[in-house]
């Protein structure tokens, strides 16, 4: 058996072509264009590049898109009040920090000091709590696209044993309070996890979300199992660098029902879940109906 391969890009095409049809309902229906400022500290070429890459995508569905580049010795002060200024503009619905920040700068104060409606990030202190508690809040991104697809996969996750490997709290953590508010029966592994292999084996749906490359191997997976690959690691291979994920992809696929690649399976989806959610943040911000398939 080889795993039904789910794939990433073409899901995430999907996405932004929902979220684009429904800001163009906003802007006729409504007069209404939702926001989204993203702020980059330094010149970090990976950030430089994610932010240039979400910008166009905003864009692209007919977002309002801002840009606020500031130097990497930008104060403490002065981004605490472009924040507050972004806040405070109603043409913006969602604000997002680029991390990682320069080290003078207290990353949970800054994230901290955005208005939890407009956290797209879902990062906001407050947007944790009503997470973990089942209420409505803005939802990290990419724990959000790995949910679009499981349930675009099986529809019902009811009772499916969930095994998510990683504690982090951008990824491993949300993950399992989504999982659990699907129904699922839902593990939470690490490195530290005694037989870890075992714990993975028993899972319907495998979350590797660890940081390690190539750590889950096929005989880790439950045969029929739904595989999904939050890790992106670049590597050295016959001399050439590669980009891999958690997960052992070609001794997997073997085992599992359906797997997520590296590239092209849950990183597209990641900018198509941050433009779903300043969409519903709009959407709420503005007593709206939110729009249906793009949210928890």
């Known amino acids: 058996m080889t795993a039904a391969i789910i794939d990433g890009k073409?899901?995430?095409?999907?996405?932004?072509?929902?979220?684009?049809?429904?800001?163009?309902?906003?802007?006729?229906?409504?007069?209404?264009?939702?926001?989204?400022?993203v702020v980059l500290?330094?010149?970090?070429?990976?950030?430089?590049?994610?932010?240039?890459?979400?910008?166009?995508?905003?864009?692209?569905?007919?977002?309002?898109?801002?840009?606020?580049?500031?130097?990497?010795d930008t104060s403490e002060a002065d981004l605490l009040a472009l924040i507050a200024r972004l806040n405070a503009?109603?043409?913006?619905?969602?604000?997002?920090?680029?991390?990682?920040?320069?080290?003078?700068?207290?990353?949970?104060?800054?994230i901290n000091s955005i208005d939890p409606a407009k956290d797209v990030d879902g990062f906001h202190i407050s947007n944790v709590g009503l997470l973990g508690t089942g209420q409505k809040s803005?939802?990290?991104?990419t724990p959000l696209g790995c949910l679009m697809m499981l349930r675009d996969h099986h529809g019902s996750l009811a009772g499916l044993n969930a095994?998510?490997?990683?504690?982090?709290?951008?990824?491993?953590?949300?993950?399992?309070?989504?999982?659990?508010?699907?129904?699922?029966?839902?593990?939470?592994?690490?490195?530290?996890?005694?037989?870890?292999?075992?714990?993975?084996?028993?899972?319907?749906?495998?979350v590797a979300a660890v940081g390690r490359p190539e750590m889950i191997t096929g005989d880790m997976v439950k045969p029929g199992a739904t595989v999904i690959d939050v890790g992106i690691n670049r590597i050295e291979r016959d001399g050439k660098g590669k980009l891999v994920g958690d997960v052992h992809f070609d001794s997997a696929k073997e085992v599992a029902g359906a797997i997520t690649p590296v590239p092209g399976g849950v990183g597209p989806?990641?900018?198509?879940?941050?433009?779903?959610?300043?969409l519903t943040a709009c959407c709420r911000a503005n007593g709206l109906p939110e729009p249906k398939g793009l949210t928890a």
Do not use: W
């Not at 803005?138 to 991104?141: E, S, T, Y």
């Open 10 to 37: 073409a899901f995430a095409a999907k996405v932004r072509g929902e979220v684009a049809a429904h800001v163009a309902r906003l802007k006729e229906e409504h007069g209404i264009q939702p926001g989204l400022a």
């Open 138 to 141: 803005m939802v990290p991104c």
């Open 269 to 278: 989806m990641t900018i198509a879940c941050l433009l779903a959610n300043t």
């Open 163 to 206: 095994v998510v490997v990683g504690r982090s709290n951008i990824v491993g953590k949300p993950m399992a309070q989504l999982l659990l508010g699907d129904s699922c029966t839902v593990t939470i592994a690490h490195s530290r996890t005694k037989d870890l292999a075992a714990v993975c084996r028993g899972a319907d749906i495998l």
């Open 41 to 72: 500290v330094g010149e970090d070429p990976a950030s430089q590049v994610y932010v240039s890459s979400k910008g166009k995508s905003t864009v692209e569905v007919g977002m309002k898109s801002v840009e606020h580049k500031l130097p990497a």
């Open 89 to 110: 503009d109603s043409s913006i619905h969602g604000i997002l920090v680029q991390l990682p920040l320069p080290g003078h700068l207290n990353s949970e104060l800054v």
